[in-house]
């Protein structure tokens, strides 16, 4: 069973500290959810899961060996990462984005393989993109494009897969396609991260969080705990209310602190 | 596939299957690129027959005793052999060079409008090459030259990277700054080289031949000390084409995919100045080459690295031998500079894509 687990991890940027001494640990067959505020750390610790970004003290470890100790492409083969936003003023086919995830499979000149045919095919479909294959990337829409590059992730067929904010562009209909493939892929073994600021999402489909602000995680117990109301208010700075659906799933309600202040104000 | 997502893949704004772009891009091309050689050979103060140059190059490049010289006067072939064909080559050699920088730099810097001429390294290929020229290494051993140009223009695009660069990221618009910059000192540092070391009325002719280019009194020596450096460059540009693609959508991208990023940004910077450096020791300063052959060619086959390389070479080549064609027989006998044709021509040919592309999309 392979892990990716970061040991008390610290990662400076530009001369200043921005993510202090985190421990994570990734199993497979879960879909971890990273929240917190802007500015907390949740892209900067995708990152360095990743082993994009290095870091200053302690270290990230897949399977028991610091990732700085495996060749760049046998760690791509394995962990996958969706970065946040990116657009692109070259027209490459959604095809051609697909096909870059078989890059760490490939040798520098060989051609493609059934293999790596099966696996673009497959992320076509499984991300609903299969009638836009021909399209220029830069002709879609945020959310088409969103789902090309979590396709693309998926070409990659990885154990690990990091995906930041994947559901900031999208709809309702394809947000939530997104996170069920999430469940889905989780359910087949594979370990997904998801930095996100849909707490509702979280609350019905991840099965364990991360609470991140200022550059460290929040230590507070179980996830019952971390996405306590109470909790959330601290870290947000709002005021929060849990509800419940007829079928039981769990609602968050927010509303700005500034609020009830100007209420008390002027009453 | 099934039928099904073929007829759903025909919507307005798919693209036709990119290898069908690529075949109707080479047919068109390919000829294209014969006539101009042929017509670069013919044209000319002295025209000369198709049959004759056929004729030339026959007796030249088959084996001896294959065809005889009967028929042939010695001068038609001193014209076509010693004189029009090297030109030609050189000029095919440059054009091919130019734009395979350009691509390697649009796609490193992910911007269309990226060009050797713009980030330094044409000026710093001037420079080493005039460095080499004034300090007389060239007479020593003329592959120096070129040599001396590609140092040149991989230091310029250092320097520019290092003052653009801070915390390990180098944001365009800075870049294009820094080499604008770096490249406008360099290129005074040429011309006061060249002014301090020359007599008098040669100053003018040798810094008006580096600055805005030329292939005059182009030879065969001029082929050699270029196209092995740009056969290299292409060959090493081709091996690298995927990294390419990848670090076009972004280095954490890249990096996420299995790009070694440092290491690859080094060699394609270092291809790209081997190419501008062969294309700048042989025929000065040509710009828009650069700019204009990628972003046209990348209209006609997508931005693939892995066609987009080869098909910008070849029409490349093209469009230098037209454009030096047409620097030698608008106002004949005096030669317009290479490089302010290049500009004339493709300044216009740049405005004209560039409407036809907004013309179609308002036109879905």
């Known amino acids: ?267 | 596939m099934s039928t099904q997502v073929d007829v759903r893949s025909m919507s307005s704004r798919s693209l036709p299957r990119p290898r069908l772009r690529i075949g109707i891009f080479y047919v068109t091309v390919l000829p294209l690129l014969a006539l101009s050689v042929l017509a670069g050979i013919a044209i000319g103060s002295t025209p000369i027959g198709w049959r004759t140059i056929l004729r030339v190059l026959e007796l030249k490049m088959l084996p001896s005793g294959w065809t005889d010289a009967a028929g042939l006067n010695q001068a038609d072939i001193v014209i076509v052999w010693l004189i029009r064909v090297p030109r030609v080559v050189v000029a095919a050699c440059v054009g091919a060079a130019l734009s395979a920088a350009g691509v390697i730099m649009q796609a490193l810097l992910r911007n269309p409008l990226a060009e050797p001429g713009l980030v330094g390294a044409g000026s710093g290929a001037v420079l080493g090459a005039v460095i080499a020229f004034v300090a007389g290494w060239s007479g020593h051993s003329v592959v120096l030259l070129p040599i001396a140009a590609i140092v040149g223009a991989l230091l310029a695009l250092i320097l520019v990277y290092g003052v653009a660069t801070r915390g390990g990221i180098t944001p365009v618009a800075t870049l294009l700054l820094a080499g604008i910059a770096v490249g406008s000192l360099l290129t005074a540092v040429s011309s006061l080289l060249l002014s301090l070391n020359i007599v008098d009325w040669q100053i003018g002719q040798e810094i008006v031949f580096w600055m805005m280019g030329g292939l005059d009194a182009r030879t065969w020596t001029h082929v050699w000390l270029c196209a092995p450096f740009v056969l290299l460059g292409l060959v090493a540009a081709m091996s690298q084409s995927r990294d390419l693609d990848l670090l076009q959508q972004g280095e954490e991208t890249a990096a996420s995919l299995g790009v070694e990023i440092e290491a690859s940004k080094r060699m394609l910077t270092f291809i790209a100045a081997l190419l501008t450096g062969a294309a700048v020791a042989v025929a000065g300063m040509i710009g828009f080459v650069g700019l204009i052959v990628p972003h046209a060619v990348r209209m006609m086959v997508g931005p693939s690295n892995r066609t987009l390389l080869p098909a910008s070479a070849t029409a490349g080549a093209a469009f230098l031998i037209l454009c030096d064609l047409a620097a030698r027989t608008i106002h004949p006998p005096i030669e317009i500079r290479l490089g302010v044709v290049t500009a004339l021509f493709g300044g216009p040919f740049f405005i004209a894509l560039l409407l036809r592309r907004s013309w179609e999309a308002s036109a879905r």
Not at chain 1, 39 to 65: E, F, H, N
Not at chain 1, 130 to 158: F, M, Y
């Open chain 1, 1 to 267: 069973m392979s892990t990716l687990e970061a040991r008390q991890i610290s990662v400076h940027r530009g001369g200043r500290g921005i993510l202090h001494q985190a421990s994570v640990s990734l199993v497979p067959g879960e879909l971890r959810a990273v929240v917190g505020p802007n500015g907390g750390g949740k892209s900067t610790l995708l990152r360095a899961l990743a082993g994009i970004w290095p870091v200053a003290a302690g270290d990230v470890w897949l399977d028991g060996k610091p990732i700085t100790k495996y060749p760049r492409k046998e760690l791509a083969r394995r962990i996958a990462y969706v970065p946040q936003e990116q657009r692109l003023d070259f027209a490459f086919t959604v095809e051609q984005i697909v096909a870059m995830g078989r890059y760490p499979h490939r040798g520098r000149f060989s051609r493609e393989s059934e293999q790596d045919r099966r696996a673009i095919e497959l992320s076509l479909e499984r991300c609903d993109i299969v009638h836009l294959r021909r399209r220029p990337v830069n002709t879609l829409s945020g959310g088409e494009h969103q789902r090309v590059l979590i396709a693309r992730s998926l070409a990659v067929e990885p154990q690990f897969i990091l995906l930041d904010e994947p559901t900031a562009n999208l709809d309702v209909e394809h947000s939530l396609e997104i996170l069920e493939l999430c469940r889905v892929l989780a359910c087949g073994g594979q370990s997904v991260v998801l930095a996100t600021h849909d707490l509702n999402a979280v609350a019905r489909y991840a099965t364990s969080v991360v609470l991140m602000q200022g550059g460290q995680l929040t230590d507070g117990g179980g996830d019952q705990q971390l996405l306590d109301p109470r909790n959330l208010e601290k870290v947000f700075g709002i005021r929060a209310e849990l509800l419940s659906t007829t079928d039981g799933q769990p609602v968050y309600v927010f509303h700005r602190r500034s609020e009830t202040d100007s209420e008390t104000k002027f009453n």
